[in-house]
């Protein structure tokens, strides 16, 4: 298991449905959890 230190930016993929549900807005602070069998990170220079 991991931690990190400080906040970090995080792009998930979510249905339309998902997005209502959540009453999610854009730039609104959300919080995290991932659970998964692959996880891909990239660099900040690969954005």
Do not use: C, F, N
């Not at 854009?26 to 998964?36: E, T």
Request: proline residues 4%.
């Amino acid at each position: 298991m991991g931690y990190l230190d400080e906040p970090v930016r995080v792009t998930a993929e979510i249905t339309s449905v998902a997005l209502a549900e959540l009453g999610l807005t854009d730039g609104a602070p959300v919080w995290a959890s991932v659970k998964a069998t692959q996880i891909d990170l990239y660099g900040a220079d690969d954005q």
